[in-house]
């Protein structure tokens, strides 16, 4: 499995690696939470900061931050590290597939919170 990579070209014309296009982004809390379960993510709690956390077989996460932001997180391979280096960073993606711009930190994408 780890050598498996998918690909697809997002709405912005870029070549996206690793990052399915999860269609329509869901309009309620309980929308979101059947579709992650629908995709065989699981329920992994809640971090210190408050945010609910799920993460898929792949080990994709998916995270619900405690003001209803919705964020995925890939990791993604770090070009040219060394043995002695981290080999992966958690990139943030849109619903539909796409990188967060610019490397940021915040989607935009916001369901209710609990």
Same mark, same amino acid.
């Given at each position: 499995?780890?050598?498996?990579?998918?690909?697809?070209?997002?709405?912005?014309?870029?070549?996206?690696?690793?990052?399915?296009?999860?269609?329509?982004?869901?309009?309620?809390?309980?929308?979101?939470?059947?579709?992650?379960?629908?995709?065989?993510?699981?329920?992994?709690?809640?971090?210190?900061?408050?945010?609910?956390?799920?993460?898929?077989?792949?080990?994709?996460?998916? =995270?619900?931050?405690?003001?209803?932001?919705?964020?995925?997180?890939?990791?993604?391979?770090?070009?040219?590290?060394?043995?002695?280096?981290?080999?992966?960073?958690?990139?943030?993606?849109? =619903?539909?597939?796409?990188?967060?711009?610019?490397?940021?930190?915040?989607?935009?994408?916001?369901?209710?919170?609990?």
């Amino acid at each position: 499995m780890e050598d498996f990579h998918t690909y697809h070209v997002g709405t912005n014309g870029v070549l996206v690696h690793n990052a399915e296009n999860y269609g329509k982004f869901p309009t309620s809390r309980s929308e979101l939470d059947a579709q992650l379960k629908d995709r065989g993510f699981e329920y992994k709690g809640e971090t210190r900061g408050g945010n609910t956390r799920y993460k898929s077989p792949s080990g994709e996460e998916v =995270w619900i931050r405690n003001n209803g932001e919705v964020v995925r997180y890939i990791k993604e391979p770090i070009p040219n590290a060394g043995p002695n280096d981290k080999q992966s960073y958690p990139r943030r993606y849109m =619903w539909d597939g796409e990188p967060v711009p610019d490397y940021g930190h915040n989607t935009g994408q916001f369901v209710e919170y609990k």
